[in-house]
């Protein structure tokens, strides 16, 4: 078994016959140009070409990256693609789009063999997936971005058996939305702590952290960068750690005796965005308007309860009064967050425009008065996710859908047998 780290949430594992890719990213900018890579590995492109298989995990750009991977098939079109397909979303028609002949419609929680190698993917929080990859005596878990609580980890991992290796991210977005922002070493604290319950949870024998090689290139939330940690800061997670750098690989035997080699890759050039020109103000608060219609039909009227959101619009000099019934500028009042015009309109009108302009980190908290903010976030993304309460009642009117909820027991267990979960360790 052999684990190559090519950068951020891309490796390169090789099980049996199986030369498996996950997740290339390895250049460009996503969350509309909000995340940049920490580390340059210019052999990445040519080493995950040698793939017999590739595998997503979810939509984000870190992941999904559309122009790794228009690089990718013009290298390796052959590559056997397993696209995840839900009730609430498809991925295989974007594998088709990019070139890919040979794509499988990977469905929830399906065993799939390839050559006596076992694979099976585990949805999770809307949008995202954990897989296993079984064969040759081993077992390893790619848990990506996924965000459960504890016993939905137990349930799963008692289906899965003994785990091998673990791949567990360990730097996540969920202190965007804090403010004042903690100290950084509280923050890394914390991050580390996270990383060592979830790998607990799991009980591997050895556990390679990634996912996590990213920077924040947006000036709003520049100082969130100070708390960001490289593998070699964690410690105490369950089992073996082996912190691979970008570039290496792990060779790991039968008596799991770990070798490590290559050399790590260099640290990239960092940059800023360079915002856009502003959107014009009757168009942007158009936009928002509609934003917060969408939002509004999606729970029945009931973010009607909600109050305004207050947001000002740095480069326009004014401030935006965001109700659940449609948006307006007010003069004088105080704001929650600060954000560019740019940023503003791909949160409002870009398909996964909340992750984009959150979880790509566009925005400025100013004020500790969140609660309306974040419950505003939380609906959009829930929305975004087609699991807001009218795209969930649709569902249920087909059988995918009712598969779609048998499928998430291990998440729903989780969430209901352990409500007291506090929002930055479930990473919600």
Known sequence: MKITLLNHASVLIELGPMRLLTDPWYFGYPFAEGWGLVYDNPRALEVAATATHLWVSHFHGDHLNRPTLSALVKLNSRMRVFACDSANFQMSPVFRSLGFPDVVSMQECRPYDEGGIELRR?????????????????????????????????????????????????????????FPLPPAERIISEQRELFRKVADAFEAKIVIPFASMHYYRAEETAAQNA?????????????????????????IDAGLNVEVTGAP????????????????????????SEFSGRVRRGYFGLSMLLPSVFIHVTDLGRTMQLSPRSASWVNSRAAQMEAHSSALRTWFTARYGTDSFVVGAH??????????????????????????FVSLIRSL??????????????????????????VEESRL
């Open 265 to 288: 890759a260099p640290p990239a050039p960092r940059s800023t965005i360079a915002r856009p020109e502003s959107v014009d103000v009757d168009e942007l608060l158009r936009q928002a």
């Open 363 to 388: 925005l400025a908290l100013v004020d500790e008065h969140l609660t309306a903010l974040r419950f505003l976030i939380l609906l959009a993304m829930l929305g975004e996710s087609q699991m807001d």
């Open 227 to 251: 708390s960001l940690m490289g593998p070699e800061t964690l410690s105490a997670a369950a089992g073996r750690l082996v912190p691979l750098a970008v570039g290496q690989t792990a060779a």
């Open 397 to 422: 009117r087909h059988r995918n859908g009712w598969s779609f909820w048998w499928n998430r027991r291990h998440e729903i267990w989780g969430v209901v047998s352990h409500l007291g979960f506090s």
């Open 122 to 178: 585990f949805p999770a929080t809307g949008i995202d997936n954990t897989l296993s990859i079984r064969g040759d005596g081993a077992t390893i878990v790619n848990y990506n971005d996924c965000n459960l609580p504890a016993a939905s980890i137990r349930h799963m991992r008692s289906e899965l058996g003994p785990i091998t290796l673990l791949l567990n991210n360990y730097n996540n977005a969920g202190k965007i939305l804090r």
